[in-house]
């Protein structure tokens, strides 16, 4: 993400002097004396007090315009498919081409490219990226055409691991439906770190957290650590960290491979998996468990070969 910083927009600023009613983009508003009513660039209106007010200052040479004295810095990326954001009571969908903002991990919020375009400026005077090719909100189900950056986007976020564990980590391997070329995809790069023991990868869950990951419970693997980046309205990587011995890093590494290697299942498993976002959109859980005997079946062929 590149950092943006929100210009200073001049808005008219009137005190009001006599009831009335407004409409804004939250609907009708019953203002009064004792507030004041602002009029932005677009004619949105909307109102507040004295000490709403006293956050502003005036334009000069402009009577009656002001501009709000702060100084917020966003990060920003503009998305390069449809999302859509839920909270308690909550709901908003963002189309391709509008900018995720993020103010801090749990304030996230879409921009139409418009608004965007007129409200914030980049920090450092050159724009960022155009658009973004990963991020999943949690719990959403959405499945994606493949994109050829996932590759470059695991291979920036394995170097940073490296750097970070050094020779702990025996590999970083890409796993999930990003790591096989032309597979439709959810948004959200998996990556498996292989150690050699996993009592001892526990110790580095402080230095990954301060890289920005967040352990999460996984009592189904429990032959895992498992991990995931991003807000919690923008999931963008999955990491597991497994000994190269354990079931979860045989089959991760046979599932894939197989895929990339048979072009027949591969289409059968882009079909299974449209259809499923289709049907439960909201329930990643349920996703996953349709996915189940595909995956069972495809793991029984790719093991044969291997002598399992």
């Not at 999302?83 to 991990?105: N, Q």
């Not at 079946?297 to 093991?303: G, S, T, Y």
């Amino acid at each position: 993400m590149t950092r943006y910083r929100k210009k200073p927009v001049p808005i008219k600023i009137e005190p009001v002097e006599e009831p009335r009613t407004i409409t804004t983009l939250e609907g009708s508003q019953q203002i009064g004396p004792g507030q004041y009513l602002a009029t932005g660039t677009k004619g949105e209106q909307w109102a507040f007090g004295p000490d709403v007010f006293d956050t502003y200052e005036p334009v000069p040479g402009r009577p009656d315009y002001y501009t709000k004295r702060e100084d917020v810095t966003v990060e920003a990326v503009r998305l390069a498919y449809p999302v859509e954001i839920r909270r308690p009571g909550w709901k908003h969908e963002g189309k391709a081409g509008d900018w995720f903002v993020t103010r801090a991990p749990d304030d996230q919020y879409v921009v139409d490219a418009d608004v965007f375009a007129e409200t914030y400026e980049p920090v450092d005077g050159t724009e960022g990226q155009v658009s973004r090719a990963v991020g999943l909100p949690r719990g959403t189900v959405l499945v994606v055409p493949y994109r050829a950056e996932w590759k470059r986007l695991f291979e920036e976020e394995a170097a940073r691991l490296r750097s970070l564990l050094g020779a702990a980590a025996l590999a970083v391997e890409h796993t999930g439906s990003t790591a096989v070329e032309g597979l439709d995809a959810k948004p959200i790069i998996d990556l498996l770190v292989v150690v050699r023991d996993l009592e001892e990868a526990r110790g580095w869950t402080a230095r990954l957290e301060a890289e920005g990951y967040e352990s999460r419970p996984d009592e189904e693997n429990p032959d895992r650590l498992y991990l995931v980046k991003g807000g919690r309205s923008l999931r963008t990587h999955h990491l597991s960290l497994a000994e190269a011995s354990s079931d979860f890093c045989r089959d991760h590494l046979l599932f894939r491979d197989y895929l990339r290697e048979h072009a027949e299942a591969r289409e059968e498993y882009r079909a299974l998996k449209h259809r499923l976002a289709r049907e439960f959109p909201h329930d990643r859980g349920a996703y996953t468990e349709g996915k189940g005997d595909f995956v069972k079946r495809i793991l029984e062929r790719a093991r044969r070969p291997r002598g399992r």
